[in-house]
């Protein structure tokens, strides 16, 4: 079992920036990826970024403004988030995966068995 925990969200104006936190317990080390995802009201959850032993994937809505970064020692991973826009407004979900999938399957919500409780993030224009 893999325990995870968001920290960090918060309201933010148009062109700021916010950096979200997510702390790992449990079998950490049985992850095969590691993800952030967000769902707005009325929308489905969606895909903002993975790791994996191979790199770092963003979506297109998010790349060059969003950085995925790990602490390893710390078990905690963060989404540095800048050039933050109305759109961006959502609450924003840790992921894990302890299953191996072809790279591209670590962008869909049901490859990850374990969620934190998820964080909310507001960007007001």
């Known amino acids: 079992q893999v325990q995870l925990v968001e920290s960090g969200g918060g309201l933010v104006q148009a062109g700021g920036s916010l950096k979200i936190s997510c702390a790992a317990s449990?079998?950490?080390?049985?992850?095969?990826?590691v993800g952030w995802f967000r769902q707005a009201p009325g929308k489905e959850r969606d895909f903002v970024a993975y790791?994996?032993?191979?790199?770092?994937y963003y979506a297109d809505s998010v790349k060059g403004r969003f950085t995925f970064s790990r602490d390893n020692a710390k078990n905690t991973m963060y989404l540095q988030m800048n050039n933050l826009k109305p759109e961006d407004t959502a609450v924003y979900y840790c992921a894990a995966s302890s299953k191996d999938y072809s790279t591209t399957s670590y962008t869909r919500p049901n490859r990850y068995e374990y969620w934190g409780q998820g964080t909310q993030v507001t960007v007001s224009s």
């Open positions: 449990g079998r950490t080390f049985s992850s095969a990826a």
């Open positions: 790791s994996w032993s191979g790199g770092t």
